[in-house]
């Protein structure tokens, strides 16, 4: 026997949720378009859309937030820095943002654990639903999983015939939930998976060796140069997670704020002499290719893109970071490494 939900039921389990004094974020309609937001009425859950414009990291890493607050006086300073995040629920994410979980959590709890990311880890339940279609911007096969990967779940819902979930309890606190809204349940043999697989489009143990071989290549200037710099795909990603930290106050006291930043943006390597390494959006877009695929997987042992299609979807010009990767795995394989030692 295994664990059922139908349907019909999915709002009936975010009422028992609020019920129990949780928080609800999941993806809503709001002026026409789907985000993840936080819900006050569990009728306001859409699906209609394979995914939210905006991706769940806001929830755990948010655009702006207060590290503490600081007030001085004539011979002394007073901080706070009082942070309890609420007991959330989060519905409606795919396999590829709960996967950026996993990948993000290498990265806050590296040298320095991050002590708000963590916290708000810990409060929140993460409610994934395994995909029963994707479009031609999904790439997560690409990148070694798919769309009923659990990693990074706490539940699983996996869309079966009948109209309904079959539900994998992934976590102890997935299991935690399901036993405080049990009644939403119902045990029986689940039909046929209606799980769809986007197909592999690239071969992703081609891309890191090429990118390392390629600093100076003529693809940087060639096929970037649309880029506008707006920073849209490096926000919306699941990913991305450049950050800047500055006070923001006056003479009496203020906040220390840290507040998204991007390696799309001229300005985020602009030293004060006035010299840029990164001088143009090709050499940026190098970086973000590089981040992603060179240097994060060597430090993190995974790539910093979950193939979830954001940016490609919302890019203004249509700048496709999948068209990309399928156009580094053509020069890879026309142009393989050599072997150690052989001349080229
Ligand atoms: S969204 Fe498109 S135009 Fe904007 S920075 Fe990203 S690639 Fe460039
Ligand atoms: S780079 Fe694009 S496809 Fe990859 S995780 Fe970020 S938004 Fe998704």
């Known amino acids: 026997m295994a664990m059922l939900l139908a349907k019909k039921n999915l709002r ?28 006050s009425d569990p009728g306001a859950l859409c699906l209609d859309e394979l995914n939210t414009q905006n991706s769940i990291k806001e929830f755990f890493f948010p655009k702006t937030e207060k590290l503490f607050t600081y007030s001085l006086g004539k011979n002394d300073a007073a901080v706070a820095d009082d942070f309890a995040p609420p007991r959330t629920v989060l519905i409606g994410g795919r396999a590829c943002d ?6 993000l959590d290498r990265l806050f709890g590296w040298d320095y654990k991050d002590k708000f990311y963590f916290a708000r880890r810990e409060a929140t339940c993460v409610i994934t639903l395994a995909c029963d279609r994707f479009d031609e911007a999904c790439f997560c096969t690409s990148l070694g999983f798919g769309p009923r990967a659990a990693e990074g779940s706490d539940i699983l819902l996996v869309p079966v015939e009948g109209d309904e ?30 799980v769809a697989y986007p197909e592999k489009k690239f071969d992703l143990a081609a891309v890191k060796p090429w990118l390392e071989r390629n600093f100076e290549h003529p693809i940087w200037k060639e096929e970037f140069l649309s880029c506008l710099g707006c920073g849209t795909c490096t926000y919306q990603c699941p990913m991305c997670h450049c950050f800047d930290i500055v006070d923001e106050g006056d003479i009496h006291g203020g906040a220390r704020c840290k507040n998204w930043d991007s390696c799309q943006f001229a300005l985020f390597t602009l030293h004060t ?42 890019c203004p010009v249509c700048l496709s970071i999948l068209d990309k990767l399928v156009l580094i795995g053509r020069e890879a394989a026309a142009a393989p490494a050599q072997p150690a030692g052989a001349q080229p």
Request: overall charge positive; charged content about 30%.
């Open 98 to 103: 709960a996967r950026s979980l996993v990948a």
């Open 165 to 194: 979930y079959a539900v994998e309890a992934v976590t102890d606190k997935g299991r935690a939930l399901i036993a405080e809204v049990k009644d939403v349940f119902t045990e029986g043999t689940p039909g046929a998976e209606k």
């Open 273 to 314: 002499s006035g010299h840029n390494p990164r001088p143009a959006q090709a050499a940026r877009w190098r970086q973000r290719l590089r981040h992603k695929f060179v240097y994060y997987a060597d430090k993190f042992g995974t790539e910093a893109c979950v193939g979830c299609g954001r940016c490609i979807r919302n």
């Open 12 to 39: 009936a389990l975010l009422r028992g949720a609020m019920d129990r004094k949780y928080r609800v974020v999941g993806p809503v309609r709001e002026h026409g378009i789907v985000l993840f937001a936080e819900m």
